[in-house]
Structures are given as C-alpha cells and as structure tokens.
C-alpha cells in the first residue's frame, strides 16, 4: 500500500468523527427544525359528553350542545353559524371548512358550544386532507355561550373563519390564522374587529406580526389590523387579495416528515405580490407599519414637546416585522420650524423608516420614506411644517437577507430614534 493511502486510511481509523463530519457535496440538507407549520399529525381532540346535536338543513355545520347551554342559545348559536357561512362564500369567494367525514357524525363543521369555555372562538385541525393536491385539514370549533350575544357571534365568526383558513392551507402559523380568522369574520359579520384584541396586538408593536406562537390569542386576533391596512391598499370588493395570501403558498409534504412543510409561505407570497410597488416588498412592510402607527389606540411610543428638544428613545427586543415609534409634539413649535431625525439601528437587521406629518385630527399629510437601511443608519429632515401637529417617527425592521419564518432566526434588533432642531 502506498504510504499516502496508508497514512489517510490510519487517521480515518483513530478519527472516525472527522471521517463522518465530511458530507458529499451532493447531499440534500435536512428541512430545518423550527418550522411554522403544525404538527403532524394535527393535534385537535374533539370534546365528549354533548347533550345533543342541532344540525343546519341549509348549511354545512352542526352545534353540539354541552352541557349548562339552554336550546333558545344554542338555536341562536346555529342560526349566527349559518349567516356566518353564508356571508363568507357571498361576500368574500372563501371555501367552506372541509368535510371532515363522520368525525362529528356528520360530514359538516362541527361547533362545539361550551356554557364556559377559554379560550372562546377557535378552530382546531384534527385531521389532514389528502383529497387535494397540497397540505389541507379538517376542524372543529370550540365557542363560549357567555352572557353577551355580540361576543358570542363573534366567537362563532371567528372560529368558522379559521377553520376555512386549515381547510385551505394546513400549515399556515396559529398567529397567521387568527389574525386572517379576524379579518375574514369581520367580513362575514360587517363588525369591526373586536377592540380589546386590537389593543392587546397594538401594546406589543416590537413583536413579530404572525411568527410568534407565544403572543396571547387576543393579539395574534389583533394582528388582523395589519391585513386591514394591506388590503384597503390592494384589495377589491371581493376580497382577492386576502384569498391569494390564504391560498397560493401551497405545498404538500412529503410524507415522514414530522412537520408540514410550510414553502412558500406568506412572506414569500407578499413579496412577489408587491413586487412592483414603489420599493417594492420593503414598501410594503412600511405601508403596514406606518397605518399602525397612527392607528386608535396607537402603539405605546415616547412623546415629547419642542421646548424639549434635542431628545431621544432606545428601543430594544424589536423582532422582524416589529416597529418602534417617537412622537414628536409640535404644539408649542416656533413659525418656520424644521425638525431633523437620525435613526441609528442593529446592523444584523435591515430597516425601513418613515417621518410622518399628521394634522391636529390624526390625518396623514405626507411623509418622508426611506430606502432599505443595511447599514444600521438613516437621517432626515423636514421643514414647512404649518399647519402639522405631529411628527411620528416609524422603524420597522425587516429582518435579515432571507427574511424567512421557516429559516434560523435571527435575534432580535434595537433601534435608537433621535430627533433634534435644525
């Protein structure tokens, strides 16, 4: 044997480690681990133990009635159910949940209503679909009776709403199929969304909009304001919009995988959608961050006078699609004020940034937007200020290169907003 070949084989023997850590280059990497999609197989339990079954002669869904719930509730319960899915294929084109064979004893969606039940208004998929040519399920709904009928609609809106949302993509994030839940309810009802879930989404602005599980249900609910934004911006009667976020990032996993694959996902979808708007998805991602902002309730933000002028605010913990604020008070400005912002941000993280003028009634006059910040630095300056009230200063962050739920995350960013006479 050769020296060369026998010194190789020798150390591949004492260093069998350094021998496996060598791949081909040919090999397939493993689906990363944190994954958005659910679980497989999907997790929902169906409850026990109802006292009775009202079935819809006119539409697909039936109401187990457990126990404590009168027949006057649980009749109304059926009769919000069926306006519910009505309005839902009239008004927006959505599908109905899927059959879901005789796990309820019907093919129809079952809803399953508690006396008292927390949380209320939520769907559970219990089952993959393999009727269709990408990741689907099956759910069922749990909802509270309560003492308030209004609340009560809205629960059954809610959880109708996301289970159309499994029965179209099964791997879409919880966070992402509340806030769409949301979204498409209050469609479906013509009521706003609820405010204590837009307050719960609006006292966390440096927290991702849909790719954090841990967000309470109220605020991944809440997050439905910042499709509202995306779609008075570009969306139709009918809803196209919301429908091709819901329904073009399929994909069906192979199977013996652990998690649903979720690629595309919505990121993805909502950068070619935007592709040729005015910079784009980064655009986008500002348009949102800006509506929010001056949303009522705003998000929390420090406030100062001129007189306090120059001053300044450290945000930290700001997660991609996470925005800090700064307002600035011009009450007590001079004539001919002008007013300069520096921004001095994380330079793993990428930023967009926008100075907005606002009139002494909340309504956006203009504003300056920047470009894509990959440096961690942004300026500006604004003067002609008769006739603005305030000054709010917006950062949202976007993230990393990939900008990619389903990839390693990245940690979260801080942002330092300085604003100074000129």
């Not at 073009?248 to 979808?269: I, S």
């Not at 793993?348 to 909340?362: E, I, N, P």
């Not at 470009?371 to 709010?392: F, N, R, Y």
Request: glycine share 8%.
């Amino acid at each position: 044997m050769p020296l060369s070949r026998y010194v190789l084989s020798l150390s591949l023997a004492l260093c069998p480690s350094a021998a496996a850590a060598q791949q081909s280059p040919r090999a397939i990497p493993t689906w990363p681990e944190r994954a958005w999609g659910q679980a497989i197989p999907p997790d929902g339990v169906r409850p026990t133990g109802e006292l009775g079954v009202l079935r819809s002669w006119r539409a697909p869904v039936d109401v187990h009635v457990m126990p404590g719930v009168d027949a006057a509730t649980a009749a109304a319960s059926l009769s919000d159910a069926e306006a519910v899915m009505d309005s839902l294929e009239q008004r927006t084109g959505i599908a109905l949940p899927l059959p879901d064979g005789d796990r309820g004893g019907t093919p129809s969606f079952d809803l399953y209503l508690y006396a008292r039940r927390s949380p209320s208004g939520r769907a559970l998929p219990d089952a993959l679909s393999y009727a269709g040519p990408w990741d689907r399920a099956t759910a069922f709904a749990v909802v509270e009776a309560g003492a308030d009928p209004a609340a009560r609609r809205r629960a059954v809106a809610q959880s109708i709403a996301e289970g159309c949302v499994y029965g179209a993509k099964a791997d879409h994030p919880i966070g992402f199929v509340r806030a769409m839940g949301a979204m498409l309810a209050r469609r479906a009802t013509g009521e706003a969304l609820d405010p204590d879930d837009v307050r719960a989404f609006q006292s966390e602005p440096s927290r991702a909009w849909w790719s954090d599980d841990a967000r309470s249900p109220a605020a991944q609910r809440g997050a439905a304001v910042v499709l509202d934004a995306m779609s008075s911006r570009w969306d139709d009667e009918r809803g196209t919009f919301l429908r091709g976020l819901l329904e073009a990032p399929v994909q069906r996993t192979p199977p013996g995988w652990p998690r649903l694959w979720n690629e595309p996902d919505v990121m993805e979808v909502l950068r070619r959608v935007t592709r040729d708007e005015p910079r784009g998805f980064w655009g986008a991602l500002l348009t949102a961050a800006s509506a929010r902002a001056v949303l009522d309730p705003a998000p929390p933000a420090r406030t100062v006078q001129w007189s306090e002028l120059p001053s300044w605010t450290l945000v930290t913990g700001v997660a991609p699609t996470g925005q800090a604020s700064m307002v600035l008070d011009l009450g007590d400005a001079p004539l001919r004020a002008a007013v300069g912002v520096w921004v001095h941000a994380s330079p793993y993280h990428r930023w967009m940034a926008s100075l907005l003028r606002l009139d002494r009634d909340g309504r956006v006059l203009g504003s300056v937007d920047s470009e894509l910040i990959s440096t961690g630095e942004w300026s500006a300056q604004v003067d002609a200020l008769e006739g603005v009230a305030k000054l709010v200063l917006v950062v949202v962050s976007a993230g990393d290169e990939q900008m990619d739920p389903d990839g390693e995350p990245i940690r979260d960013g801080w942002v330092a907003m300085n604003v100074g006479r000129i």
